[in-house]
């Protein structure tokens, strides 16, 4: 099998094309707002995933920032995996698919092509018993990132009903206003340490879909809670008034130490870049859909 | 809320006119400039230099596109090109108002001192969709010249270009002081104490 093909092709696919869960919450979303230039910015929204799709265009001019995920059993894995990535950013960029934007962090030198010192990210997970690799990657944009936030909360911040979290949670949302490229999506880890919080705050929105809930019914309610809110604060998909301002909240958790409660919020664009695939051990290869 | 469809080089008389939550339609002369090129400008300008293009009445693109390059006609052609997050290139506002430029495109807005800016040069903010590359590709009708690429990269560079029919812009700050997008900071502010309380999830 070519491997290499596969995932050249679902690099190639993600730059032009929305994942499913997405399409269909713009097309709610542009029913319901009322807003005249929200409305107006998730028209435009909507056209331009029409256009990238049939014309096989880049939906937007920044590459962003890739993550891939891959879960894999004890019987099957593809070698070099993380070098057929490389190799693939590397041809969508040639082909136009992807901006040259990998720099080096302090000397801001420009690789011309994407590579550079541990991109494309990879993040792997073991999974006892399963035939299958799963590979998921996902582009998430840059300019809101300039707006997530950690915050190790102690037990008395975190408030009665979680008040002190859902507080820190809005004040994120008003603080990065329209620059969150509205209507956004946000990943909320809690959990473990600071580096297991912000792992699982990007995990929570790049993995599962965003009108799926948690499957701890708490957890569910506090993400269609979050919602709710976030949507009344009225900032709008232009950040200038509107119904919708987020698309979904997912939340991801982990034990963590009896002293502390690490909060990580992860902003996600409207622009939904993600696919994934399970190969089977036996050649068979499955879309995942995240309806 | 009315609709304008504007000529660039623009005049303090067309800025005037518009109120925040307008829409803009452009056509003419389009400058791209982000957080490298916005520096650029001022290293020269502190070094007493000149710069080559008269930016009277223009109009600067927040925004770093893909371009290719023909190999033999040297030729530019724009692959992909949307709006950058405008709020880093705050600092600059009154200096490029001072260059004369009449219009800053890009998204997620701008702070309060690019409002007073923008007041004391005539000048309006407008945002464009955001993550709408293949919309706003479309509208781009000729790339020109560029300035810089060698040193700061594609991204970075200022490319002069051609838009015709560019929009829908939604004018998120005017030149009579009203920014809408500070104004539903401070009301979405507002209400966060309230909402904060209203809770259903309990936590034991």
């Known amino acids: ?172 949302v008003v603080e990065a206003g329209g620059t969150a490229c509205l209507p956004s999506a946000i990943g909320i880890g809690i959990g473990g340490q600071l580096d297991v919080a912000a792992k699982l705050s990007r995990r929570a929105m790049s993995l599962r879909g965003w009108m799926q809930r948690n499957e701890d019914k708490r957890l569910a309610q506090l993400e269609e809670e979050l919602l709710e809110a976030i949507n009344s604060l009225n900032i709008g998909s232009g950040g200038t008034g509107g119904k919708v301002t987020t698309l979904g909240v997912n939340i991801e958790t982990a034990a963590t130490h009896t002293t502390l409660c690490p909060v990580a919020i992860n902003f996600h664009c409207w622009v939904a870049r993600r696919a994934g695939i399970r190969i089977y051990k036996d050649g068979r290869v499955e879309e995942i859909s995240f309806m | 809320m009315k609709t304008y469809y504007l000529n660039i080089p623009l005049k303090d008389e067309d800025i005037a006119k518009l109120e925040a939550g307008d829409t803009v339609y452009l056509r003419g002369k389009l400058y791209t400039a982000r957080d490298m090129a916005h520096y650029k400008l001022k290293k020269l300008l502190d070094n007493n230099g000149k710069f080559d293009e008269d930016l009277n009445g223009q109009a600067i693109f927040h925004a770093g596109p893909i371009i290719s390059v023909n190999r033999e006609s040297g030729e530019y052609k724009v692959i992909s090109i949307g709006p950058t997050s405008s709020i880093r290139m705050d600092p600059y506002t009154d200096m490029v108002g001072k260059m004369g430029v009449k219009v800053l495109i890009g998204k997620g807005g701008m702070s309060d001192s690019t409002t007073e800016a923008m007041k004391k040069h005539t000048m309006a903010y407008l945002l464009a969709a955001h993550g709408c590359a293949a919309v706003h590709t479309q509208r781009i009708t000729k790339v020109t010249h560029q ?38 900071r401070k009301s979405s502010k507002d209400m966060i104490e309230a909402i904060s309380k209203q809770t259903h999830c309990k936590s034991t």
Not at chain 1, 74 to 79: E, K, L, P, T
Not at chain 1, 151 to 156: D, E, L, Y
């Open chain 2, 147 to 184: 300035y810089w690429m060698d040193e700061i990269g594609m991204p970075e560079a200022m490319w002069v270009m051609e838009c015709d029919n560019f929009g829908p812009l939604i004018v998120g700050i005017d030149s009579k002081g009203r920014n809408l997008f500070e104004e539903t």
């Open chain 1, 1 to 172: 099998m070519d491997y290499r093909q596969i995932l050249r092709d679902l690099i190639f696919k993600i730059s032009y094309e929305v994942s499913d869960d997405c399409r269909c919450l713009l097309n709610k979303a542009v029913e319901i707002e009322t807003d005249e230039s929200s409305k107006m910015i998730l028209e435009t929204i909507i056209e331009n995933v029409n256009i990238a799709g049939e014309c096989k265009q880049a939906l937007c001019q920044s590459p962003g920032y890739l993550t891939t995920y891959v879960t894999f059993g004890d019987d099957f894995f593809i070698s070099d995996l993380d070098q057929i990535l490389k190799e693939a950013v590397i041809d969508a960029t040639k082909a136009g698919y992807l901006r040259p934007s990998m720099v080096d962090p302090l000397t801001r030198v420009n690789s011309g092509d994407n590579s550079g010192r541990g991109v494309p990210n990879m993040e792997y997970e073991y999974k006892k018993g399963i035939d299958y690799i799963e590979i998921i990657p996902s582009i998430k944009g840059c300019g809101i990132e300039l707006y997530n936030k950690v915050k190790v909360f102690t037990i008395p911040e975190m408030g009665d009903n979680f008040e002190g979290i859902k507080k820190f949670v809005l004040e994120c």
